[in-house]
């Protein structure tokens, strides 16, 4: 779902800005806002990283860890 990656890094900031806000007001463990900004972070982040890549062949110099099931 790679976009322009102006849009792409304009959402990545405020996906950061949210999960701040969540993290500041968390409601104790397994507060599910967190949880969520957590979830819209990972994707703003992956669409950045590929934005970057189909436009420029850039890479972010750091990934996000593969989860084991």
């Not at 792409?8 to 967190?34: C, I, M, N």
């Not at 669409?47 to 860890?65: H, K, Q, R, V």
């Amino acid at each position: 779902m790679a976009t322009d990656p102006r849009i792409a890094l304009t959402q990545l900031v405020a996906a950061l800005e949210k999960h701040f806000e969540a993290v500041a007001a968390r409601r104790g463990d397994g507060d599910s806002s967190v949880e969520r900004a957590y979830d819209n972070l990972e994707d703003a982040f992956i669409n950045y990283d590929e934005a970057l890549s189909e436009e420029y062949g850039e890479f972010l110099p750091f990934a996000i860890p593969e989860e084991d099931n």
